[in-house]
């Protein structure tokens, strides 16, 4: 947000999520003011935690219900219905892969506002903190010199200037200047007690930050690689991976829900604050510090005056009239009493380190400092961490629907690849087209029953080193081969084993195609009977 905003003005979905019903345990309604020592509140928030307890509950029996009714059905017709399973199953995956990916962005992103925002007002908190412990420490600093160096030196000035009572009343007359600031000091607020209360805030608001953003990053990378792991098991087709995904996939569904929960108890609680966050500041710090101090810290306003502004005014004319009456006494008793020399330059040097303590202290307590670390600490928490809280809502819901995506394809997937085990196990073992005996053969080829072409070839260049194999002949007749060189290339073949004769089953043709066939048949018949005897 914009440094120069001089106003605090809560976003939309602070007052979204203000205006949710805030109900107990018996669901009576709650009051919505932030107040986190109310035992009744406290049940409000726990109570949006249950309601997604009952959402993941809700979540698990629909997916129970939609798994009984994946692995009981059965398709009548099993081609189709593995055509449609195999595709199916691959566009789930990529579906829900891409989800997920998008759902582990969006949670980066929240991630990175949440923590940025926390941050922000832990560092407005330290400053502010350092703000208060220098005020603390100027006005105890300038009391402990007007109570004990100061009334040092004026108790041996009274010693020297024993004889002259105009000198003793003028010293009088110091210390009852002296007086003047000590109770105008100890007219400011204590801010020991606020100082400690910041510091342990501070710090126990990031010893909760650092563990929450190290718990969601290692949700993330459990969500990738859960992803990977479904899309190797399906690329791999194996059973083991599949089986790890579904069970990896229950717990990173049960902690999205959980993750869930908790953020919205959280997005909640931290808008209830950001509505009306001025009330409960005056509510906590009643007692312990001035309302109208409380008041001119938080707003900040021009027609406001600073409550410490009359108490610095008598501060500043104290001091200034103590150093008038010590420049005089330096300039009329020195001369008179040199041993009181010593002592008044004491007393001058206190002064004006008095002063510089006073124009510190008048900074300090200007509210400007302390509203602005004010503000920051309110948009850091108020804008950049709800909004982070509500991207990281976003990222639980796509996670949850992610892999429950999964989830719902690992038994389609499982059958799929069940049924393709089943298939290859009911092909016969030597069938070539069998992928399993072809994986078989590579491993082990049959070389002591095949043949191969160059040992049939090589007779060509030693007649009696091997023979080749007997032919077996066939009885159909030549003609029928040539002419079906005929039909389908126009040139006759001539093959030492004819197709038919290898014993492969004959073709089907039509009707048509069948009185064609015939017909040439014979009319070649006639052509190379005589060429071709049979």
């Not at 926390?118 to 105890?140: E, M, P």
């Not at 002591?448 to 002949?473: H, V």
Request: hydrophobic content about 40%; glycine content about 6%.
């Amino acid at each position: 947000m914009p440094a120069a905003r001089v106003e605090y003005v809560a976003p939309w979905w602070v007052v979204w999520l203000h205006s949710v019903p805030h109900l107990g345990l018996r669901l009576q309604p709650v009051d919505s003011t932030f107040s986190p020592r109310d035992e009744s509140y406290r049940e409000s928030l726990l109570f949006l935690g249950l309601v997604a307890a009952v959402c993941l509950g809700l979540h698990l029996i629909l997916l129970t219900a939609y798994l009984v009714c994946v692995c009981c059905c059965r398709q009548d017709d099993a081609v189709q219905a593995k055509r449609r399973s195999s595709c199916c199953v691959t566009w789930t995956a990529v579906v829900a892969g891409l989800i997920c990916c998008a759902a582990v962005g969006v949670g980066f992103y929240g991630n990175s506002e949440t923590n940025d925002g926390v941050y922000q007002l832990i560092y407005s908190l330290d400053n502010a903190n350092h703000t208060f412990s220098g005020i603390d420490t100027l006005v105890s600093g300038t009391t402990q010199k007007m109570k004990v160096e100061l009334e040092q030196h004026l108790a041996r000035l009274s010693e020297i200037f024993a004889a002259r009572g105009d000198y003793i009343q003028t010293l009088k007359f110091m210390q009852q200047m002296a007086g003047n600031i000590l109770g105008q000091l100890s007219g400011f607020p204590e801010w020991g007690e606020v100082t400690a209360e910041l510091t342990k805030l501070s710090d126990q608001t990031g010893y909760v930050e650092y563990y929450r953003w190290l718990s969601y990053l290692l949700l993330f990378i459990l969500d990738l690689v859960l992803c990977f792991i479904a899309c190797l098991g399906l690329a791999k087709r194996s059973r083991c991976l599949l089986a790890l995904m579904l069970c990896c996939g229950l717990l990173a569904l049960l902690l999205s829900w959980t993750s869930l929960a908790a953020d919205t108890a959280t997005a909640v609680a931290t808008s209830d604050f950001c509505v009306a966050p001025d009330t409960f500041i005056l509510n906590i710090t009643e007692g312990q510090i001035r309302t109208e101090v409380t008041h001119y810290y938080l707003y900040c306003s021009q027609s406001l005056s600073s409550p410490f502004q009359q108490a610095l005014t008598i501060f500043q004319r104290s001091l200034t009239t103590m150093q008038i009456q010590v420049v005089g006494l330096l300039q009329f008793a020195v001369p008179l009493f040199p041993t009181a020399e010593k002592d008044l330059l004491g007393i001058q040097l206190l002064l004006n380190s008095s002063e510089s303590s006073l124009h510190q202290l008048t900074a300090m307590l200007d509210c400007r400092g302390l509203h602005k670390d004010y503000l920051d600490a309110l948009t850091g928490i108020c804008y950049d961490g709800i909004e982070g809280l509500l991207y990281l809502g976003l990222f639980s819901l796509l996670a949850a629907l992610a892999f429950s995506t999964v989830i719902c394809a690992g038994p389609r997937a499982w059958k799929h690849l069940t049924t393709r085990d089943r298939d290859y196990d009911d092909i016969d073992d030597d069938d070539p087209f069998n992928p399993q005996a072809r994986r078989i053969a590579a491993h082990n080829p049959p070389r002591g029953q095949l043949r191969s072409f160059c040992s049939y070839s090589s007779g060509l260049g030693s007649q009696t080193s091997l023979q080749p194999p007997a032919q077996t002949i066939s009885n159909a007749p030549v003609s029928e081969y040539m002419n079906q060189a005929v039909l389908f290339g126009g040139n006759p073949r001539y093959e030492n084993v004819p197709l038919i004769g290898r014993g492969s089953p004959p073709p089907t043709y039509s009707p048509s195609m069948r009185a064609t066939y015939l017909s040439v048949a014979d009319e070649h018949l006639r052509h190379y009977g005589n060429e071709f005897p049979a």
